[in-house]
């Protein structure tokens, strides 16, 4: 066996055509069951501006270390029970699947990538996430779907981790989790249909995991019998499962609605009836009102039929039908903070009879910009403008787009509370 530490920082190509050149320093090129192999027990290292492409089934052993600061291109099987990895300190290193046929990801060791692209041109079945990934800056979702369901795989987004391309012919149906406090959609989704849930939070130490499923979830376990008597119908056609890793405070969440795989019926709002947010509260052993509104106006990422909440725990969640509330405030829920003296503040008709209130607003990624006690029609109002919160500084008038907003009142008989969309108009 070749067990040689091996620095790349020139093109090489992998293949069972060039097996004899491991004498350079690669590592060990073996054939088990007739399928060659490149095996790695010992150090590979891919240097900044190195190229290294695999054109066979990578092995990196438990006493393997795999280091990738320069591009990397695998074109069969990845398995990695070792260490994989990227120096922390300037690496811009990319890690390119581009198989075209089904390629699988295993291995009991965590991948941990800096940039990942996955581009496979299968028609069937492009990856099969068996192992943990990490990715550290940019996963890049150019074409083939990600099955982690089957063999129970997870990526993990880090602090700084985003996603770019993602589309109905690729993300990842199975588990993802997202580490740390920035703005993140979920690139999650299932069989052909791309199903993303938006959720943030501004603690440091936050971690979430989301998966979406499209089939029923009412089973022997989650029986949509089992729930609360405000709640009319669920839907029976998807869900998602948002999981909090880590403790932290409660996130506000997007679930995105789609007309190839949400009802109609829970596509839009008619008459006495809302469509809500419903979560598996499993100490209770029913589906539970979370609230919500629902919005047809189109995000910046392109979404529409967003539905939103501030949800109070984690498990299961779908959309559901349940009777509005009826109330005799009236919320004009568009401002255009101008200074014309017409719209300039979040007005709510009515809300000064109820002096013990909340009134909190946030933007489309959850971050809280807005938040008062005794919110009145005269000289406590929203004008358009942050109050210090998560990122945005204090007195910084924010930009045009839908926001979230969250009413809580008492109306001297029981707590309310009321959520819809605001827009703010830069007219």
Do not use: C
């Not at 090129?29 to 900044?48: C, I």
């Not at 990319?94 to 990538?113: C, R």
């Amino acid at each position: 066996m070749i067990n040689i530490a091996s620095y790349i920082n020139k093109v090489i190509t992998i293949n069972s055509i060039v097996k004899y050149y491991l004498l350079i320093g690669l590592s060990l090129l073996n054939f088990q069951k007739g399928r060659a192999q490149f095996t790695n027990a010992g150090e590979l290292s891919v240097k900044d501006g190195g190229i290294l492409s695999i054109y066979e089934d990578y092995m990196n052993k438990s006493s393997g270390s795999f280091i990738n600061d320069g591009d990397v291109y695998v074109f069969k099987d990845w398995k990695n029970d070792g260490n994989v990895s990227f120096n922390k300190t300037f690496s811009n290193g990319k890690t390119f699947f581009m198989g075209t046929s089904g390629q699988f990801i295993e291995g009991d060791g965590i991948s941990d990538f800096e940039n990942i692209i996955f581009s496979n041109n299968s028609e069937s079945a492009p990856f099969y996430l068996g192992a943990t990934i990490s990715v550290n800056n940019i996963a890049e979702f150019d074409k083939g779907i990600i099955n982690a369901v089957d063999l129970n795989g997870l990526i993990i987004f880090n602090e700084n981790a985003t996603h770019q391309k993602v589309h109905d012919g690729s993300f990842v149906d199975g588990r993802v989790q997202k580490n740390g406090k920035k703005d993140f959609l979920f690139p999650v989704g299932a069989v052909n249909y791309l199903r993303p849930a938006f959720q943030e939070s501004i603690s440091e130490n936050n971690s979430y995991t989301t998966q979406y499923f499209f089939k029923n979830s009412d089973d022997a376990t989650h029986s949509h019998l089992q729930k609360e008597e405000s709640i009319l119908k669920i839907n029976n056609k998807e869900y998602w499962e948002v999981e909090q890793t880590l403790a932290g405070e409660n996130i506000v969440l997007t679930l995105t609605l789609d007309q190839d795989t949400t009802p109609e019926e829970f596509l839009s709002e008619k008459g006495d009836t809302k469509v809500v947010i419903v979560r598996w509260d499993e100490q209770l052993k029913k589906w539970v009102n979370e609230n919500g509104a629902l919005s047809d106006a189109v995000s910046s990422e392109g979404y529409s039929n967003l539905l939103t909440t501030k949800v109070k725990g984690y498990g299961l969640f779908t959309t559901a039908i349940v009777e509005k509330e009826k109330d005799e405030l009236v919320v004009y829920n568009s401002i255009s903070p101008n200074g014309d003296g017409l719209n300039d503040k979040f007005y709510i008709k009515g809300i000064s009879k109820y002096p013990d209130n909340k009134v909190e607003i946030y933007n489309r990624w959850g971050v809280k910009v807005y938040e008062t006690k005794g919110y009145n029609e005269t000289d406590n109002m929203f004008e358009g403008y942050s109050d210090g919160r998560a990122t945005i500084s204090r007195n910084e008038k924010l930009p045009a787009g839908t926001y979230f907003y969250i009413l809580n009142y008492n109306d001297g008989k029981k707590a309310r509370e009321k959520t819809g969309y605001l827009y703010i108009n830069s007219q």
